[in-house]
């Protein structure tokens, strides 16, 4: 028998987890609605995604160097005097990073299939195939031609709004909305964003993230995160950010207005029979800092290596015990970083005075060198023990300082 695999969704997700697959000669049909599809997000990537996923050098717009964290009072603290010549955090269009990741999954062997995934039947046993509706829009039309796919396995890999989540009943989660406008600049207001993204907090931005100001190719993406979903809510936060960085923006011409939902923490349900949701569709997105592409692909890749391994390239269909593993070893490697990061936001993104405690605390070096480690490696990096201490005296220095520990 030959292992077929079905990856809905073609993100950095989807598309991770269908080269896996392909690559190890497995039959994987990779299902995309829009091929140009845009998605709205910082877009961001650490250095370490770039040499895991070999990524080539012409997909990154920019190479962040500067990061400005601005405080609700306007207290500017520049981070990233750390960084080495060759460390850079990477600025992309989603639009560019999807579309490289999906066109290798495809040379690689992926069946690549432009429809809508709208339904899945479920087997009653362990062995019978899952039967997906989609409407193919390979013809050009809206509409589609209604068709179905018989495969052994199923990655969700199909975002927040995930239809295979749906149809698994893998239960909801809170989700945080991110609305940003590109913004094209004068050449001189450009310049100023040359290798610098800046972050700014407080309540007039973001009630519990925060707002930015990325460099993009030719244009910067000017946005907001917040639990807030009414869109007077949004709107409002959206004045926010644009009243704050008023001056830096001047002579701005907006070229694009976007906005999607953010999982705000694991779906309770993220393997169920021989399904198994991975990115945005699983909850992968990371408190406080928001940062989803990374651990979307890298929990796909994950996964599709767990089905390499226990389906012994392609020769059996693994069953919900082999595709649990995943999970486990998912919650093993990144379960503390997820911890550190949701206490990083309970604790300081509560008031403005936790705020302005923050971003005075991001002045340290010590902090700034953790802070990057841990995003451009991925790990929460363990500074040796004095290090450890020194931050721990200034993080409650600081919350002291702006009466922040008050309840």
């Not at 999954?105 to 039947?121: E, F, R």
């Not at 503390?336 to 340290?364: G, H």
Request: hydrophobic share 40%; net charge neutral.
């Amino acid at each position: 028998m030959a292992l077929r695999v079905a990856v809905v969704g073609s993100g950095p997700a989807g598309s991770s987890a269908a080269e896996t697959l392909a690559k190890a000669g497995i039959e994987t049909y990779l299902f995309e609605r829009k091929l140009d599809n845009a998605k709205p997000c910082g877009g961001a990537i650490p250095l370490c995604m770039v040499s895991e996923f070999d990524l080539p050098p012409e997909i990154i717009d920019r190479r962040v160097r500067k990061m400005k964290m601005i405080s609700p009072s306007n207290v500017e603290v520049n981070i990233g005097q750390t960084l080495n010549d060759d460390e850079y955090i990477g600025m992309c269009r989603r639009e560019v990073l999807d579309g490289f990741m999906r066109d290798r999954a495809h040379k690689l062997g992926a069946k690549l299939i432009n429809g809508t995934v709208h339904g899945l039947d479920i087997p009653t046993n362990n062995i019978d195939p899952y039967t997906l509706h989609y409407a193919d829009h390979s013809g050009g039309n809206l509409e589609g031609e209604a068709k179905t796919l018989q495969v052994d396995l199923v990655i969700g890999a199909d975002g927040a709004n995930s239809r295979i989540a749906k149809a698994i009943d893998a239960g909801d989660y809170n989700y945080a909305i991110a609305f940003q406008e590109r913004i094209r600049l004068p050449e001189d207001k450009m310049a100023y964003y040359e290798e610098l993204a800046e972050m700014y907090v407080g309540d007039d931005v973001s009630t519990d993230f925060y707002a930015w100001v990325f460099p993009k190719y030719d244009h910067v993406a000017v946005g907001t995160g917040t639990m807030k979903v009414h869109k007077a809510d949004i709107k409002k936060l959206q004045a926010g950010i644009r009243a704050r960085a008023a001056k830096r923006l001047e002579g701005g011409k907006i070229i694009k207005v976007e906005a999607h939902p953010i999982p705000e923490h694991p779906r309770p349900r993220r393997v169920v029979g021989r399904v198994a949701l991975v990115g945005d569709a699983a909850g992968t997105v990371t408190k406080s800092s928001g940062e989803g592409i990374y651990f979307a692909a890298k929990s796909a890749r994950m996964c599709a290596e767990t089905i390499v391994e226990f389906s012994q390239k392609g020769d059996r269909i693994p069953t919900e015990a082999d595709l649990k593993v995943y999970l486990k070893r998912w919650d093993r490697q990144y379960g503390a970083t997820y911890l550190v990061l949701d206490l990083l936001q309970r604790v300081f993104y509560r008031s403005d005075a936790t705020r302005e405690a923050f971003v005075e605390m991001c002045s340290d070096i010590d902090v700034q060198k953790l802070t990057f480690d841990s995003y451009l490696y991925k790990t929460v990096v363990p500074a040796n023990p004095i290090t450890q201490l020194k931050i721990t005296a200034k993080t409650i220095g600081s919350l002291l300082r702006g009466n922040a520990l008050a309840p």
